[in-house]
C-alpha cells in the first residue's frame, strides 16, 4: 500500500528558501521517476520537478534555476529545495510517481507553501 507524506511547506518572504520532504512507505524511490507536484488555487496540477533512479532530473520551466529536487535512498525520502521564491510559487506541494496514474488514484496530503510578496 502506497503512502506518501509531504511536509517542510509554510509561510515564506518573496526570495526566501524552503525545504520539502516526501516520506515514502510502499514504494522504492530509487527504482521509480520521482516527482514534486504541485496545485495552485483555481489551477489544475503540474508536475515541477522530477528525478530518475539513474539521478536525471527535470525541472519546469517556471523553477528551473530556482527548485533542486533530490532523493536519499536510505530514508526512502523525496526532497525539493526551494530558492528565491516568487508569490506564483503559492500552491499546495505533492509528490508522487511520474506518472502519477502509477499509484492509481493515490495523492498525500500534500504541504502548503505561501510566499507573500
Known amino acids: 500500500q502506497v503512502q506518501l507524506v509531504e511536509s517542510g511547506g509554510g509561510l515564506a518572504q518573496a526570495g526566501g528558501s524552503l525545504t520539502l520532504s516526501c516520506a515514502a512507505s510502499g514504494i522504492i524511490v530509487s527504482r521509480n521517476v520521482m516527482g514534486w507536484y504541485r496545485q495552485a488555487p483555481g489551477k489544475q496540477r503540474e508536475l515541477v520537478a522530477s528525478i530518475t533512479p539513474t539521478y536525471v532530473t527535470t525541472y519546469a520551466d517556471s523553477v528551473k534555476g530556482r527548485f533542486t529536487i533530490s532523493r536519499n535512498n536510505a530514508k526512502n525520502t523525496v526532497y525539493l529545495q526551494m530558492n528565491n521564491l516568487e508569490a506564483d510559487d503559492t500552491a499546495v506541494y505533492y509528490c508522487?510517481?511520474?506518472?502519477?496514474?502509477?499509484?492509481?488514484?493515490?495523492w498525500g496530503q500534500g504541504t502548503q507553501v505561501t510566499v507573500s510578496s
Open positions: 508522487n510517481i511520474v506518472p502519477s496514474w502509477k499509484t492509481g488514484a493515490y
